[in-house]
Each structure stands twice: as structure tokens, then as C-alpha cells.
Antibody, heavy 119, light 107 residues
Framework: QVQLVESGGGVVQPGRSLRLSCAAS????????MHWVRQAPGKGLEWVAV????????HYGDSVRGRFTVSRDNSKNLLYLEMNTLRLEDTAVYFC??????????????WGQGILVTV | EIVLTQSPATLFLSPGERVTLSCRTS??????LGWYQQKPGQAPRLLMY???NRATGISDRFSGSGSGTDYTLTISSLDPEDFAVYYC?????????FGQGTRLEIK
């Protein structure tokens, strides 16, 4: 079955950096676009970033563009989120999530359990 | 970016009732809309994609409709496990955006 496991969260001071990882299993990772979505405490969902299946196409939410970088290692089934110049408002649970359809962007059908980042 | 407005923010209902949740978008998204359910302490779960299509394993009590800028999610008869927060998401253009959520609470 599909599994997505985030790691790398924790407490960090404003202005510092942190890198999240997401280990994927149970599906052919190189065929699927992968996203990061976050949720501030008590708030709604905010889309953060996407890496296309080949890692070449990326897009970012307005609030993180220029500070965050999404990347992937298809040989290791890993997705990353490099977060720089962190702000208080970046405090959230970060979810790794998978596209439903290979090589097509439609919806997010599997989610990790989330990892807390506290700035 | 495309703004999604969900209404109402909270609904108080009883099991067995029928409910319709609304999601209005700031521009035409051509049915590129999904719905997600989230329970406390859990990750979101995909319910519907591309307006009308139920995700794998989702009960046929859930149905989606809409077009243009107005979309709805209907639950035909509320089960106790359906009380949760529901989010709509547009996939028409980047950046992807979510509505602010509608919370279903037991009356």
C-alpha cells in the first residue's frame, strides 16, 4: 500500500533553514507528481509546492516562493522541501502528498501523517 | 491566484440528514475541483476529483456537482463518521488553492 513518511521537522529560529524529507513507498514514485501542503495550528490547508514526476517542473505558493525549494531523488523515492529564511508564519504541520494519476496533475490521493515545523 | 470561498463555515446537523456544502471560485475553473475531508489529528482524505468523480473507496453517499464558479458537495445521509472539516481545492491553475473549510458538527 502507498506510504508517505515525512521527517526533518522540529523547532528552528526565525531566519534559519530546515529541510524536510518524504520517503515514499508502495507505488512507482518516478511516475507521480508530489506536493507539499501545510496547515498552521487550528487553521486550514495551504498548498506549498509541487514537483512534477521528473523533477523538472516545479511551482510554489505565493507565500513561500523564493524561500522554499522542492526537489526529489527518483532513485531513492525521496521528496524534499528546503525551507530558507523561515518566518514565524511558517509554523505548521507539513504534509507530503501524491498525485492521483501518473504524470497528470488532478488531485492528491495519498497523504503522509504530517510533520510539525515550529519557527 | 484563484480564491475559493466555502459556505457556511460551520453546520450543525444530525445523523441521517442530507447536507450540501458550497464552494465558490473567483474565476471559472472548468470543473477542476476536488473535495477533501479532514478529521482532527489526521491527514486530509480525497473524496471527489474533477467535480463529479468519487475517489477510490468513497461511499456513494457523497456526490459532487457544479460548473463555472459554483460547486457543491452533497452527503445524502450523514453518518456519524462524516462529522469533520471539508475543503475544496482548485486544480485549474498554479498556484493550487484551497477553500477555508466547512466544519460539520453534530447537533
Amino acid at each position: 500500500q502507498v506510504q508517505l513518511v515525512e521527517s526533518g521537522g522540529g523547532v528552528v529560529q526565525p531566519g534559519r533553514s530546515l529541510r524536510l524529507s518524504c520517503a515514499a513507498s508502495g507505488f512507482n514514485f518516478p511516475d507521480f507528481g508530489m506536493h507539499w501542503v501545510r496547515q498552521a495550528p487550528g487553521k486550514g490547508l495551504e498548498w506549498v509546492a509541487v514537483s512534477a514526476y521528473d523533477g523538472i517542473g516545479t511551482h510554489y505558493g505565493d507565500s513561500v516562493r523564493g524561500r522554499f525549494t522542492v526537489s526529489r531523488d527518483n532513485s531513492k523515492n525521496l521528496l524534499y522541501l528546503e525551507m530558507n529564511t523561515l518566518r514565524l508564519e511558517d509554523t505548521a504541520v507539513y504534509f507530503c502528498t501524491k498525485e492521483r494519476t501518473p504524470r497528470v496533475a488532478t488531485s492528491n490521493d495519498a497523504w503522509g501523517q504530517g510533520i510539525l515545523v515550529t519557527v | 491566484e484563484i480564491v475559493l470561498t466555502q459556505s457556511p463555515a460551520t453546520l450543525f446537523l444530525s445523523p441521517g440528514e442530507r447536507v450540501t456544502l458550497s464552494c465558490r471560485t473567483s474565476q471559472n475553473i472548468y470543473n477542476n475541483l476536488g473535495w477533501y475531508q479532514q478529521k482532527p489529528g489526521q491527514a486530509p482524505r480525497l473524496l471527489m476529483y474533477e467535480t463529479f468523480n468519487r475517489a477510490t473507496g468513497i461511499s456513494d453517499r457523497f456526490s459532487g456537482s457544479g460548473s463555472g464558479t459554483d460547486y457543491t458537495l452533497t452527503i445524502s445521509s450523514l453518518d456519524p463518521e462524516d462529522f469533520a472539516v471539508y475543503y475544496c481545492q482548485q486544480r485549474h491553475e498554479w498556484p493550487i488553492t484551497f477553500g477555508q473549510g466547512t466544519r460539520l458538527e453534530i447537533k
